[in-house]
């Protein structure tokens, strides 16, 4: 199984403020997922990146793959209390096809008004 | 627009207890998922599925649990013999086909085994 690293596990900041959460692996990944969660609920897809390198926008969220398909990085620009949740990232279990996805433990995002 | 729908939404049991967790997977999707999430935990995969069959299962996935699509449209994980370590929000995902792995996820069955 590959693994996914998160950071920070923790993130709170005041409205405004930009904002930036990783998603690390030592592992190559042909994918990676980025979701949210919020509690008691399941997992909601934001964005699916595949090339490295690749740069995904999606409002003020800002995702990227890098360039040798091991990590990502979701940045938010000008953060909103409806940012907050839990944001994970997300790849194939034994790296390609369809396979079931491996979870990083999230970051729990907190934006205070 | 379409959604995985997941029933019951909370089911409790009795330690040694068989039950089963119902999914209604996205309609034109193929490939049919179950995960696990204990509390405060990371979600787990447990089984991928796919033409009938088991394509991918992970160590969780042991002899007490089995999976099957006994119609059209339904998708069920039975756990034969509860534990109390098999508390757990269960959640049932599907997917149009393999490569990227856009998975859709239903809202989850919470399953409290007493």
């Known amino acids: 199984t590959q693994l996914l690293e998160q950071s920070p596990q923790f993130l709170s900041i005041q409205e405004g403020e930009n904002l930036t959460v990783y998603c690390n692996s030592s592992?190559?990944?042909?994918?990676l997922q980025w979701y949210r969660q919020e509690p008691g609920e399941g997992p909601v897809l934001l964005v699916t990146v595949v090339t490295g390198g690749e740069v995904k926008k999606l409002k003020r969220l800002t995702f990227q793959f890098g360039d040798a398909r091991k990590d990502s990085s979701l940045h938010i620009t000008a953060a909103q209390p409806g940012d907050t949740g839990l944001y994970l990232c997300?790849?194939?279990?034994?790296?390609?096809?369809?396979?079931?996805?491996?979870f990083g433990k999230g970051t729990h995002l907190i934006i205070q008004p | 627009e379409p959604e995985v729908t997941q029933t019951p939404s909370h089911q409790v049991t009795q330690m040694g207890q068989e039950v089963i967790l119902r999914c209604v997977p996205i309609?034109?999707?193929?490939?049919f998922y179950w995960y696990r999430q204990i509390l405060g935990q990371k979600v787990e995969f447990l089984v991928s599925?796919?033409?009938?069959?088991?394509?991918?299962k992970s160590e969780i996935f042991d002899d007490q649990f089995s999976v099957e699509r006994p119609d059209g449209s339904n998708f069920t994980l039975k756990i034969r013999s509860t534990k109390l370590e098999d508390s757990a929000m269960y959640f049932c995902?599907?997917?149009?086909?393999?490569?990227?792995?856009?998975?859709?996820f239903g809202p989850g069955t919470r399953l409290t085994v007493l």
């Open positions: 309609s034109n999707h193929l490939y």
């Open positions: 592992s190559v990944f042909s994918s």
């Open positions: 599925f796919y033409n009938n069959e088991i394509s991918e």
């Open positions: 995902a599907s997917s149009v086909a393999g490569d990227l792995n856009e998975q859709f």
């Open positions: 997300a790849g194939p279990w034994r790296g390609g096809g369809a396979d079931g996805l491996t």
